[in-house]
């Protein structure tokens, strides 16, 4: 009888879909949410590969320095192109790269990522893209 419960036990775990842990750097994070403003109209996007960020901030291309060391996270040095956009999309952008600024630390559940502040206020919100 003990046999045919571990038997069970074994064919039941075995069976269940295993939770797929991500990491902040295997992916592209697509932005839902900065600074309690809505981005479904704006491209802000960010992938971060080796110790460098990039992507999109709204209206401009952005990159910068990083260092994430378990669920810390420390951009630097953040640079971008310089076009100017609708108000609405400059108003995202800047909330972007400020969120960015201040980041100390970042949750992943699922496909969602969340960055926060050293208070843990959460400063933005991302939806995972899988890289190709």
Do not use: H
Request: negative net charge.
């Amino acid at each position: 009888m003990k046999e045919v419960i571990t038997l069970l036990t074994f064919v039941l775990f075995a069976c269940s879909p295993a939770k797929i842990e991500y990491t902040i750097s295997d992916s592209i994070w697509i932005a839902t949410e900065i600074s309690e403003l809505a981005t479904q109209d704006s491209e802000v996007y960010f992938r971060i590969l080796e110790n460098r960020i990039s992507g999109k901030s709204g209206c401009n291309n952005f990159f910068g320095n990083c260092k994430v060391i378990a669920n810390t996270i420390r951009v630097e040095e953040i640079g971008s192109t310089k076009m100017m956009c609708e108000d609405e999309k400059m108003k995202i952008e800047s909330a972007f790269i400020n969120a960015l600024s201040v980041c100390t630390y970042f949750s992943i559940d699922n496909d969602s990522l969340q960055l926060y502040n050293l208070e843990g206020i959460v400063l933005a919100k991302f939806v995972r893209q899988q890289l190709e």
